[in-house]
Structure formats: C-alpha cells, structure tokens
C-alpha cells in the first residue's frame, strides 16, 4: 500500500470496457475495504486520461472487439500500467481486459499485440462459450469454488509463466478444462462482468496483496453466501 | 390474396382465440406461428396493399408503437401489434386479426428489423435507440446498429425517423436518403463512447454529442421536447398531455407525432389521441388491491430502470427480477444500475434472482427486505402508492397475480 496509507483502486478505461456491470467490481473492493476500516480512493481513468501507475489495485473490464483492441494500443503506449505491476500492484482483468493482458489476441478478425504482463495468448473459439461456469481455484490460493457466468469468443492457451486460476467443473472458461490464470498478484478470469460479487474470497484475496496481510476481519456475508450457494447449484456439472 | 394466404389467416386467427380461450396468454404469437407454418409468405401477403410504419430499437418501442397507432387512427383502422408480440410471428397475426386495414404500425425486435422491412416493405421506419440489453443472447451494440445500417442501405424508398441523441441510431440511419430526426434525450451513455464509424472517442456537452476523429456528429433535430410539450419542423410548440407518466414518454409521443406526421397527420390532429392511451399491455397499470393502489413498471436493462426510477413516486417500492430467457440468463447488468434513487423509500425484493438484486442493493447501500409472495408484499406496505419496477418476465409473473391487467 501506498505510503499516505490510503488504498488506491484504479478502474481502467471503463468508456472502453465496461459492456456488463464490470463497475460492481469496484464497488465491492471499496466497500469490502471500508467495512475493514481501510481508507479507499477510487478513480476511473478514462481512455484519454494518463495511466497513474503508483496505485494499488488495479481494475480492467470487458468489451467489444473494437474497444478492446484500442484499449490494449493506448495501454502499451501509456506504459504507467506496465510500471505498476512492475512495483507490484495487485490486478484483476476480466474477459477482454484478461485477453488482453497476454500476448496476444484476436479482435475484429485480426491478431492484436496484447500487454505481455501474463505469459498466454487468446484466439477464437469454434463457438460462443455463454452461461454459469464453476471451477476448483488453484489450492496455493486458499480460496473457495470460483462461480460467475460467461460470455466470450475467445479461447486462451497458457504458457508456462502463468498458473491456471481454476480447473473447469462447469462450463467452457480458457478451453473447457482449465479457466483464467494467475502470476505473482494479476489475476485474470473469463467470469465475466462484477465478478467479486459471486467471489468475495476473491475480493479479500486482491485486498490482502494490496495491503500486505495474511487475513482481514469477517465480514458479514449472509447474502452473497446465499448468491454462491444458488448458483453453484445452478450451475450443474 | 392467395388461398394459401387465406387458409393461413382464418387458422391463424382460430388458434389465436383458442390460446386466449385457454388462458394460455394474449395469443398474439401462437397464431403467428400456425399462420407462417402453413403459407410461409403470410407476412408478406398480409402486408401488401397496407402503408406501414415499424418501430425499433432497445426500449420505449412498445410504447411508441401504441402512441403511433392511436395517432394514425385519425386517418382510419390501424392494425398493430398491441400486446408486445415484436417478432414476425406476432406480427403475422397481428394483422390476420385486424383484417384488412389501410395502416400498420408494428412494433419490431431489434435483430428482426432487416427480415420485417424486407417482408412488409413499410413507408416509415423509427428507430429509437440501440443499448446494452441481454449480451448474453442478444448482438452486441455496435453489431446491432452495424445490422440496421445494412437493411436501410437495400431500401432508400424507406422514410427513416430517428433519434438524433444516440449516435449509434445516428450512424445506423445517417446513409438514407428520407430521413426525419427526432431528440427524445438520451439518460444513458455509457453504450456509445466510441464513434461506430471511426473508433475514436465521442465526446458530449448540453445535449450535443460529436465525434472527436470524424464527421459523425449530432444532426439538427426537427422534432423536439421542450418542457411539458414537443416543438414540430415549422418550430410550433405543442402542449403534450399524457396518462403516462415520466419525460421518457413525452420522448416517445415526439417519436409518434413525427412517425404520424409521415403519413399527413399534423399534431392537432394526433395529439388528444395520444392523451386516451392510459396503459400498455400492464406496463403503467393501476391496480387497487386491499387499500393499495398497485402501479407496474417494467425495466428491462439498466436504461429503462433509470427511466422508471424517474417515474416512480417517493412510495413504498417492489423489485422483481427474474433471468429466464426472455430476461437473458445474465444478471450482471445490475451493477450498470445506480439504486441510489430509491434511498429515500421502503424497498421489497422478490423474483427468482432476488439474491443478485440482495447482493447489490447491499453494496449500493439501500435497506432492503425479501419477501417471497406477492400477498406478502401487498400485506407489508401500508394502504396508498406501491410502485412495482419488474423485468420482463417478473412483470409478467406480476401481471398474472393481477389477473393479466392491461
């Protein structure tokens, strides 16, 4: 954490990709942060806007092929993204913002230079991969079964400079057996849209790395529990 | 008309009485669907000979449609698909059923628009808007409006009337060569940040919107709101007076005048029709029930529920959700929502997916309580208002404990 010991959350290019509530993420961070007593500032950095690159957790959503491809030429050409991971920042990226944290991706029919933060590139499915998707997160993680719903093109191969996020019991993720990746504090899923809301493991996960702790106080959970429950049943084997 | 075509209309209209008969719905898509099995050319046969306006777009074309129809009636019987049946099925039945009438006006899915323009060969098309509206079945925006844009290039005979608020309809309707653009004003943006034409940034000021890298900007708008009324091409200002309620409306009765005006109607003429049209298949219904005056809303992706939250009243307030298929499988267009607006009123939950709208009215910070009936709900408000705001099938679900209000 930053040293005026306020934690720093940035929502990257939500004019560029935000297609399906991607802004609840940043909502449940804040307010999971605040319920702990962790003073938070939140700033949505626009497309045309410098990318601030001493913030903490970093957030980038999903979007439309055209969006995705300009989003991924104004990152690499900005480069704060690239020097926040570097100084160790914690990053969520979801769907297109996971696709293009690799090395490449395809967008429009064409293959687009991705970020090269996480070692694996994307390509196109036969078909669309759309409903519940439930999967084992990797056990160095800690954390309990993922659950979300997606929507995507794409498929994504890992090289060996990334882990898989989880091992697939329900729907397609990366390829049908293996869902999202992780290296070091990036995490990226396929769970499209406000993913955390599903996973508020998750959620705490980004917040620990952020502010360098092994656990965070309890908070109530009663409702999303019973979100979790509900659709990890629903979303069948 | 053709035999087949005639064989087709009178079995169409029998299986359409027989499905209301039944209680099994409005009938308006079974009888359709029987229609086009035995002459698949029905829609067209039945669309010949009739001067026809179709209405698109992602929300307000149910109303719209409805507004449109009442202000046609001035010239003579308008058959039209009242009950919200969009898809061709309900459109081949909703003109067997109104039998030969010299109008239409017929309310069109979105992704059907090219298939029905080719069909019925209509003289006017409107197309009100175009956002984010079930991805996980429906094409994305940009697609849609890329969609549109192809079917109006194959018709330059076709009027367009379009909303010059929205560049995606902007851009879709810009390449026509008859067309009548209209401000309904525009509360949500968050779909059209980047120019479809150019990919650059699309930036906007006092209702003006631009394109940063290209020519696509807003165009002069000829029919306008302005306060409680709507300014004609001639730059005459009509008083508007609706049963119902919301600026939205009064967007979507500019629509209707200028989708009438089309066809020679002049605003005089149209307007104290429009002020008869008091409720839309349930949409806008009053129901008194036990002391409580029950009034429905239906919000079917995050810009109408902006709509709705603008015209519900400060009263105790039920949200339903469900996500069928109808709904899209994908809740997560509850996060594209700000709740804020209701702070200030007792808020029930209820629905199939009440858990997601439970999680997110608790990071939005709104007080809620989860009721599992709707005699529950009725039975927890005190006597007065309750604004109901439900998706689509939960407002159908709702309109049925109702007994199917119109």
């Not at chain 1, 090395?103 to 933060?117: R, T």
């Not at chain 1, 990334?162 to 049908?176: F, I, K, Q």
């Not at chain 2, 700000?338 to 709208?357: C, K, Y």
């Amino acid at each position: 954490m930053s040293t005026e010991s306020v934690l720093r959350i940035v929502w990257i290019y939500p004019d560029l990709l935000s297609t399906y509530g991607d802004r609840g993420n940043l909502l449940i961070l804040a307010r999971r942060a605040a319920l702990r007593g962790i003073p938070v500032e939140t700033y949505s950095v626009r497309s045309d806007q410098p990318m601030p690159s001493t913030a903490d957790i970093y957030l980038i959503g999903g979007g439309e092929d055209g969006p995705q491809a300009l989003a991924a030429q104004r990152l690499i050409n900005d480069g704060g993204l690239h020097r926040a991971v570097n100084q160790g920042a914690a990053v969520l990226a979801i769907c297109a913002g996971y696709q293009l944290f690799g090395h490449s991706f395809f967008a429009k029919g064409a293959k687009c230079p991705g970020l090269g933060l996480l070692d694996l590139h994307s390509d196109r499915g036969e078909s669309r991969a759309v409903g519940e998707i439930r999967g084992d997160i990797d056990p160095r993680l800690g954390l309990p079964p993922l659950s979300g719903f997606e929507n995507h093109g794409g498929r994504t191969h890992l090289g060996p400079g990334v882990a898989p996020l989880a091992r697939v019991t329900a729907g397609v993720g990366n390829d049908g057996q293996t869902e999202g990746a992780w290296h070091g504090k990036i995490l990226g899923t396929y769970s499209h849209g406000p993913a955390l809301a599903r996973n508020p493991a998750i959620a705490d996960l980004l917040l620990r790395w952020a502010i360098g702790a092994d656990s965070l106080s309890p908070v109530d959970d009663t409702w999303p529990d019973k979100l979790r429950a509900e659709r990890l049943a629903a979303a069948g084997s | 008309m053709p035999l087949r075509a005639k064989v087709a209309t009178s079995v169409s209209k029998t299986a359409a009485a027989l499905s209301r008969a039944a209680g099994r719905g409005d009938g308006s898509v079974i009888g359709g669907w029987i229609g086009l099995k035995i002459d698949p050319d029905l829609l067209r046969n039945l669309a010949a000979g009739r001067a026809i306006a179709l209405v698109s777009g992602t929300n307000g074309k149910t109303t719209t449609t409805r507004l449109a129809a009442a202000a046609l009636g001035v010239l003579g019987p308008v058959a039209t698909n009242s009950f919200g049946a969009n898809m061709p099925t309900g459109h081949t039945s909703a003109l067997a059923k109104a039998g030969s009438t010299p109008f239409a006006v017929l309310e069109v899915d979105e992704h059907y628009l090219a298939r029905v323009i080719d069909e019925t060969n209509p003289r006017v098309v409107a197309l009100l808007n175009l956002s984010r509206d079930q991805l996980d079945r429906a094409k994305e925006v940009a697609m849609m409006a890329q969609m549109w844009r192809t079917a109006l290039a194959g018709h330059p005979d076709i009027s367009v009337v379009a909303n010059a608020d929205d560049p995606m309809v902007v851009w879709a309707a810009r390449g026509s060569s008859h067309i009548t653009w209209f401000s309904a004003g525009q509360r949500w943006t968050d779909d059209s940040w980047v120019c479809p034409e150019s990919g650059d940034p699309i930036e906007r000021a006092n209702g003006d919107w631009w394109c940063t890298g290209c020519s696509l900007r807003r165009p002069q708008a000829q029919w306008r709101v302005e306060d409680d009324g709507v300014i004609d091409p001639r730059g005459d200002w009509h008083l508007v007076k609706l049963q119902l309620p919301g600026t939205v409306n009064l967007g979507n009765a500019a629509t209707a005048l200028a989708v009438a005006a089309e066809f020679g109607v002049r605003p005089i003429e149209a307007l104290p029709r429009l002020s008869t049209v008091a409720s839309i298949a349930g949409r806008y219904a009053q129901v008194d029930r036990d002391g409580r005056n029950i009034r429905l809303l239906l919000a079917k992706n995050p810009a109408s529920w902006l709509e709705a939250f603008d015209m519900a009243e400060q009263a105790p307030t039920l949200l339903s959700i469900n996500a069928r298929d109808p709904d899209g499988f994908d809740t997560s267009w509850l996060y594209d929502v700000d709740f804020s607006p209701l702070h200030d009123r007792p808020v029930l939950i209820t629905g199939e997916r009440a858990f997601d709208l439970a999680v997110r009215l608790e990071v939005n910070g709104i007080p809620f309580r989860h009721v599992l009936s709707f005699d529950e709900v009725v039975r927890s408000v005190p006597p007065g208002r309750l604004e109901v705001i439900a998706n689509y099938t939960a407002f159908q679900d709702i309109r049925a404990e109702l007994d199917r209000v119109n």
